[in-house]
């Protein structure tokens, strides 16, 4: 067993593409699809009557939404085992634990800019401008944000956007179909990788002093709020009612990519064996555990965000170039 720590820094799968590069064709939809949806059908992988289905997750979605799909109940009825979708962890073992414990006077004041600096000194003037018009608008007067690093400021402003917009996570859908799965006795096999984290409180007292390369994230993340809200709806629309045609044609600044490799990239993280092949070695994982459960079960479900299904060159994609027969939803 392992013992994760986690930083503050919801280290999601690295480099989310966008679902695809045509723009938006049609006008934003304005109104939220709301009540009991589906969401999009299961693709499925299959070779020899052994049959991988896969699950597209994406966020956000609408906050009243209530997702249920007879599919995917039965199906997970069906199946022999449960694959997690790709991700990282930085962890220490249970012998480490004690270095953890004394990790965390360090941890305290890690999301402030070094030497008390406060945003309007390390963002250029144009960008601070266009942040204090989105922060009056979704945060108001909290003056406490200011003294956060741009990397942490950034998805403080964007989810408390997407509250204002009545969208959020699609964590219970997940969940939904945790509960699901446990319920019908599925094998669960993570697919997330781990960096193993020896010296945490070295590793923390680097981050803390360190300048971070987050620029690109704090602005695209502004860019993303200015022109996409309306489109987030639409992409939410989209996936709640299945329809993989419009969500083909979809797209959206990715801010994701350069919050991670702000991380990623410095110094404190690179310290760390692995982070320079982190995303190879993410889809190398995922990959290892579908082909390995096509091998062995009748019937395997996986979760998967959209993005890697719809990426030409993502996980399915590359099922697909392996010889296994793939089929996307009707």
């Known amino acids: ?78 199946s022999q085992e449960f694959l997690g979708a790709p991700g990282v962890s930085i962890g220490v073992g249970w012998a480490q634990a004690f270095n953890l414990v004394t990790a965390l006077p360090f941890a305290i004041g890690i999301k402030n800019n070094p030497d008390g600096a406060r945003l309007q000194d390390v963002v250029p003037a144009d960008v601070y401008a266009r942040w204090t018009v989105l922060k009056q608008k979704y945060i108001g007067d909290d003056t406490g944000i200011e003294t956060e690093r741009p990397i942490f400021a950034a998805p403080v402003l964007f989810q408390k956007a997407l509250a ?46 360190s300048q971070l390369d ?27 009612i299945g329809d993989v045609e419009l969500m083909r044609k979809l797209s959206y600044p990715d801010q994701e990519s350069a919050c991670n490799s702000a991380v990623f990239n410095s110094p404190a993280m690179k310290s760390l064996p692995g982070t320079a092949t982190l995303e190879q070695r993410m889809r190398d994982s995922w990959l290892a555990a579908a082909e390995k459960a096509l091998g062995k079960n009748q019937s395997t479900f996986a979760i998967l965000p959209v993005s890697q299904i719809l990426n030409p060159d993502g996980m399915i994609a590359a099922l697909q170039a392996k010889g296994y027969v793939v089929e996307q939803p009707d």
């Open 214 to 240: 987050d620029l690109a994230c704090f602005t695209k993340t502004i860019d993303r709020l200015e022109v996409d809200l309306d489109a987030m709806r639409t992409r939410a629309n989209a996936w709640s």
């Open 164 to 209: 204002h917009a009545r969208l959020g996570g699609d964590g219970d859908v997940i969940a939904t179909i945790t509960q699901i799965s446990k319920k019908n006795k599925l094998a669960y096999t993570p697919t997330a990788i781990s960096l193993p984290l020896d010296n945490p409180r070295g590793v923390l007292h680097e981050f803390k002093k």
């Open 1 to 78: 067993m392992r013992n994760f720590f986690v930083l503050s820094l919801c280290f999601s799968l690295l480099t989310t593409p966008a679902w695809g590069q045509t723009a938006l064709d049609a006008a934003p939809e304005q109104i939220l699809i709301v009540g009991k949806r589906p969401g999009p059908g299961l693709w499925k992988a299959s070779r020899d009557n052994h049959v991988l289905w896969i699950f597209g997750t994406y966020s956000p979605l609408p906050v009243k939404m209530v997702w249920r799909s007879q599919q995917v109940e039965t199906v997970l009825a069906q």
